[in-house]
């Protein structure tokens, strides 16, 4: 290794013989090693030193390795992890990739295999981190990174982390959702945040130009193309060269120009109209649809082909009504700006209406919002928003009752079983969620369910003792049978 500061690997195995053969193996090719004989002490090595890559044994002891991948990735995530399996165990190691593994080398492994698997998750690593100061530089500089990001859900939390993961990457990107869900947004945030973020970003609506139009502003056209092409043209691909290309609605395509631009992303390269230079094109795509593609390619309105080119890496933004917890921060974010740029002093909104807007289902998701909050603070007399300053169609909307009532002198574990069954109902069965809202683990929740379960049990138990009849006992039997006589004589 011809670095400066010396590449470091940490080995971890349970075995002595396999730490000290790897040892001997890495330290001649120039890096500096540090082993570990258990997954608790490689966690040790992991906090106090600087680790480039972790090579660990996959069956381990206590701790296994794919506990330990998991647990390193909270404590140093920039950490290449390769695992040590087993022919019987290779279907774990797969699975550990997802878990954020950088590959896995299977028993017995050759030496030039594992070498090379090394230099290469140590090349992408220092990549990784060098893209990380790049960007902390950056968000120095623009510390808004994610200012058209808002959303504090666990589902948008994972929409950006996913994003952040696959920035770095030259991987093509396919953004679901639907309209208004803020699909563009996540494409710039991918844009910059990658390796192209000093290149252009060049977006297209698909939807917006017929194909005539669509193909010349992707490909360009020579002059004397077509009648009104009276200079030459350069197009989107050639604006974007070495940066990004967004193509916004990519489902809207028609099949005549989805032949053309999978040519351009299988071969590189295209012409423009009515040109015949060939003009290479390094780009980085990023596309967005509301249309589903799967059904689209069933109903042969797109290609399989391009579909798997533009679907490396999917991300999927949840609709607005899926992540209602976000919708104060939203409604908080625009006013913010629209009071600004109208000049106008808004000291917040009234809770009854952001109830009935936190209750909307939001069929235009972030974009509707947007134009409503922009729309109550032009039109508001008052420093509030309240319900009259909201759009018919949303203020009419009725609340759900967000509270109930519980009588005075409820026992203490009755109105505990109330609470929790009514945010059980509320959350639609979510015990995740209910714990969430409760301030408590899901764990207590599983727990407290099944001893409500085990004491309704109990009580239909004891219910059916106290209803279910005795065995009529000889007495009673000539006693109701008098009386059942004299009823008769009496009528």
Not at 73 to 97: D, F, N, Q, S, W
Not at 170 to 188: M, R, Y
Not at 240 to 250: I, K, P, Q, R
Not at 349 to 377: C, F, L
């Amino acid at each position: 290794m011809n670095n400066s500061t010396k590449q470091t690997v940490l080995i971890v195995d349970d075995q002595e013989s396999i730490r000290l053969a790897l040892s001997k193996m890495l330290s001649k090719e120039g890096y500096e090693v540090f082993m570990a004989e258990s997954g608790e002490t490689a966690l040790d090595i992991l906090r106090e030193k600087k680790i480039n890559v972790m090579l660990s044994d996959l069956k381990m002891h206590k701790m296994d390795g794919l506990r330990l991948l998991k647990a390193s990735k909270l404590i140093k995530p920039e950490v290449e992890v390769i695992l040590i399996t087993a022919h019987g165990t290779i279907e774990k190691a797969v699975g550990a990739m997802k878990d954020g593994a950088y590959d896995f080398i299977t028993k017995p492994f050759k030496k030039i295999v594992i070498t090379n698997m090394i230099r290469k998750a140590v090349e992408k690593q220092a990549l990784v981190v060098e893209n990380r100061h790049l960007h902390e530089q950056l968000a120095h500089s623009e510390h808004d990174r994610h200012a058209d990001i808002i959303g504090q859900s666990d589902v948008m939390r994972d929409v950006i982390k996913l994003a952040e993961q696959v920035a770095p990457s030259q991987a093509s990107v396919l953004i679901q959702g639907e309209s208004g869900t803020g699909k563009e947004a996540i494409a710039s945030l991918i844009h910059s945040i990658g390796a192209r973020t000093d290149k252009p970003f060049v977006k297209v609506s698909c939807a917006a130009l017929p194909d005539t139009l669509l193909e010349s502003e992707l490909f360009g056209y020579e002059k004397g193309a077509f009648t009104g092409a009276v200079n030459q043209k350069e197009g989107r691909f050639e604006l974007a060269h070495n940066g990004t290309l967004f193509l916004d609605e990519v489902g809207e395509i028609t099949p005549s120009i989805q032949v053309k631009l999978l040519r351009v992303l299988q071969e590189g390269e295209f012409e423009r109209l009515g040109g015949t230079r060939v003009i290479k094109s390094n780009v980085r795509i990023i596309s967005a649809t509301n249309v589903n593609l799967a059904n689209a390619i069933k109903e042969k309105k797109f290609r399989e082909d391009l579909f798997y080119r533009l679907n490396v890496i999917t991300i999927d933004i949840p609709p607005l009504r899926d992540r209602r917890e976000d919708i104060p921060l939203l409604i908080s974010h625009f006013l913010k700006i629209y009071q600004e740029k109208n000049n106008k002093k808004i000291d917040g909104i009234s809770e009854e209406a952001q109830d009935i807007m936190t209750d909307y289902h939001w069929p235009g998701n972030v974009r509707e919002i947007k134009n409503v909050i922009e729309r109550a603070v032009v039109l508001t007399q008052d420093r509030v928003i309240t319900q009259k300053d909201l759009p018919g169609s949303i203020s009419s909307n009725k609340v759900e009752d967000r509270k109930f009532s519980i009588p005075f002198g409820t026992p203490l574990r009755e109105i505990e079983r109330k609470i929790i069954v009514e945010t059980l109902k509320r959350s639609k069965g979510d015990k995740e969620v209910t714990a969430k809202l409760l301030g408590i683990t899901p764990r207590t929740i599983y727990r407290k369910m099944n001893l409500l379960e085990e004491e309704e049990k109990r009580e239909e138990l004891n219910k059916e003792e106290v209803v279910k009849e005795e065995p009529e006992s000889e007495e009673a039997r000539r006693i109701r049978e008098e009386e059942e006589a004299n009823d008769n004589i009496n009528s």
